[in-house]
């Protein structure tokens, strides 16, 4: 007999856990986190992580779906070593167990009818109690079953629950503790000889020998009868932990309501995903500290079952935001730089190959510590590639006043273009001599540059910007500047 469960347990590899997706919809977030204690879970101790679609619900199922998973998860860094398996493809299988389980007397052919049922249901609700089946009906005896069965009468296969507690110790909340006069025997098979869930995933999850089932919270209540079916069928039970609910800023469950929800999503808007699985990670899991930026292999080296937090945990956007900024300014340029193609594209600097390359990499280096997002990022790199820069009248309200400005900014421009070396000392030289020579802080030059150059009032150091932009356009944009100003200001 193994001793009574406790509390929670140390653990030890290798494993052999399970990520379970029913593919009907996209990598929602919750799912993706509990991916990724599963990852951590194999990468830490050692072992295998198998990946299984839940595509039993044809209806709801399809082959796109699937992909979209598969690419949510390579995309947020989740690696599995088995799969993806089909749960489908495994029919057979759980109805032969199905069969085994009538067999042995631990599962009966139930000819219940659904109006039986709802009228069975109803009277318990009149009486205000929980309506339970096996406290209502007799299952029929082995003879009766077979006679009607042999008649052609419909039925379903109901698993027997054993009348005893169900305990487990749960790798989240330790001990649980399932009361016998809470549980009932449920459907395993139904008349139209599909399996169930709760048969679907325990037969599974017993072919793949699962030492852990690690997923949400919401199948908790799933847990007894998952456990009475391994016991049932001979297998160990594996050890369980149930992951809380992830909330949104208004505390409920996280939905649309606050914002994006699936990996795509945030993938879209420009998220790294080092940052995202960064996050999800520390949602309801810390090593002990308040580092809030850990990058995978360092979660891996510290992770332990024992800091997975019970309680629901809110998914701060505002937070993702900062962890992403982290990112994107500490990444090695060349890993960032890829994640950055698609929103390049977008913005019309896709495909730049040899010295465009180049100085698009210098460009995002310039720019990333100010960006919160890959797709901002990109926006603010456009500025570097234009023939012309567009000015905003109103923005620039304040330089138009100034009549000498154009003529200084002519001046700059003559006296950026005589540099022999185009870098950022010389730059900032020339700009403070003419400040001086002609009579202005420095400052009265440096807004209406920073402008002239990229249309805009905030960014780097301009003299970075300067630097970064390249004599030829630079003096190109200080001389349109000029002219704009003249033209605007008459
Ligand atoms: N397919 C289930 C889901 O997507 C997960 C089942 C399990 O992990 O046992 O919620």
Same mark, same amino acid.
């Given at each position: ?17 399970? &990520? ?5 919809? &996209? ?17 830490? #101790? ?131 503790? &399932? ?9 395993? *098979? ?145 890993? *960032?730089?890829?994640? *950055?193609?698609? &929103? ?22 310039? *720019? ?65 001599? #003419? ?56």
């Amino acid at each position: 007999m193994s001793p009574e469960p406790t509390g929670k347990t140390a653990l030890e590899g290798p494993v052999r856990v399970r &990520f379970a997706p029913s593919p009907t919809g &996209f990598l929602h977030v919750g799912g993706a986190r509990t991916a990724i204690y599963n990852d951590l879970l194999r990468q830490s #101790l050692g072992g295998t992580f198998v990946l299984r679609i839940e595509d039993t619900d044809r209806e709801r199922s399809n082959q796109a779906m699937i992909e979209q998973i598969c690419q949510g998860l390579e995309w947020i860094g989740v690696e599995w070593d088995e799969g993806p398996l089909l749960q489908s493809d495994g029919v057979e299988r759980h109805r032969e167990a199905a069969r085994r389980l009538v067999e042995a007397g631990q599962a009966y052919y139930c000819f219940r009818t659904p109006e039986e049922l709802d009228e069975a249901r109803q009277a318990a609700e009149k009486r205000g109690v929980i309506f339970r089946y096996r406290e209502v009906f007799e299952p029929p005896s082995p003879a009766e079953a077979e006679r009607r069965r042999a008649a052609g009468e419909p039925c379903a296969v109901r698993f027997r629950m054993p009348e005893e507690d169900i305990r487990i110790v749960d790798l989240v909340r330790g001990e649980v503790a &399932f009361p016998a006069e809470s549980l009932d025997d449920f459907i395993i *098979l139904r008349s139209d000889g599909s399996p169930t869930y709760h048969l679907s995933v325990v037969c599974d999850d017993i072919e793949m020998a699962a030492t852990h089932v690690v997923r949400g919270e919401d199948h908790l209540s799933n847990t007894p009868k998952h456990v009475g079916l391994f016991r049932a069928l001979g297998a160990p039970v594996p050890t369980f932990g149930h992951l809380p609910l992830i909330l949104g800023s208004d505390r409920k469950r996280l939905s649309k309501r606050t914002g994006a929800t699936s990996v795509e999503e945030f993938r879209d808007q420009g998220l790294l995903p080092q940052a995202l699985y960064n996050a999800l990670a520390l949602l309801g899991w810390s090593p002990g500290d308040d580092l809030e930026v850990m990058p995978r292999e360092e979660m891996i080296a510290r992770f332990t079952v024992e800091r997975l937090n019970a309680a629901a945990a809110v998914f701060d956007r505002d937070k993702l935001a900062w962890i992403n900024g982290q990112y994107m300014s500490g990444l090695p340029l060349e890993e *960032l730089l890829p994640h *950055l193609e698609p &929103f390049l594209e977008e913005v019309g600097l896709g495909g730049l190959e040899g010295a465009s390359r180049e100085r698009l990499a210098v460009v995002a280096d310039l *720019l990333r510590t100010r960006a919160h997002t890959l797709r901002e990022l990109a926006a603010f790199a456009v500025a570097y590639f234009k023939e012309r820069v567009a000015y905003d009248p109103e923005e620039c309200a304040k330089f138009l006043g100034q009549d000498d400005l154009p003529a200084q900014l002519e001046r700059l421009a003559a006296r950026f273009g005589a540099l022999e070396a185009f870098e950022v000392e010389g730059l900032e030289r020339e700009l403070r001599a #003419l400040a001086e020579e002609v009579g202005v802080k420095a400052g009265v030059l440096i807004h209406p540059t920073r402008m002239a150059l990229t249309g805009s009032k905030a960014g780097p150091s301009l003299f970075d910007v300067v630097a970064v932009m390249g004599r030829e356009a630079t003096l190109r944009h200080l001389t349109n500047f000029a002219a704009f100003l003249r033209s605007a200001g008459t």
